[in-house]
């Protein structure tokens, strides 16, 4: 009987190759945003930038492990409970690191986007890990939206980040 993984073949290499693709441009972005005269804070850069980049090599993650040519579903389903667990445990500590960090009072979108929408993607991979075995299809919807999810998390997060520090530190937000 052909492993149920075999029809998201497709899926996850194109997500994959699109995480991986996104993190390597946003590197170069920050890179290029660096050079702008704004007031570095480690604890805003951890808080607001680098869970972009975790939520994009989560999706790689996913992506590389969902099309590896795994014997049976135990692998996987093992594989997407620490991937769930960890993100989760992450995802609060980003929370901490926002509220401790003073360079930039959060709002609304910014909770949802920098700690409830990561974390519900990051407890679907986990429920997605524990019924994976059991329940297939379903299974592998929910983390097909979960990975697709840390990816426009991550993109929306990263344009947001980018066209603060342009707009408020770049040559048309300077204040002369």
Known sequence: MPSPLLAWDNFYVIV???AAALTGLFFVVIALVADLDAPGSSRAISAFSTPNIVHFCA???VSA???SPWPSLS???IALIVYGVAGTLYTIHVMRRAQGQTAYKP???DWLF???FPLAAYLALLAAGIAVRRSPVPALFACAAATMGLVFIGIHNAWDTVTYLA???GPAGKKE
């Open 114 to 116: 920098h700690v409830l």
């Open 75 to 77: 692998g996987p389903a």
């Open 167 to 169: 707009t408020q530190y």
């Open 107 to 109: 709002v609304l979108e």
């Open 65 to 67: 492990t969902l099309s």
């Open 59 to 61: 999706a790689l993650l």
């Open 16 to 18: 994959g190759s699109s």
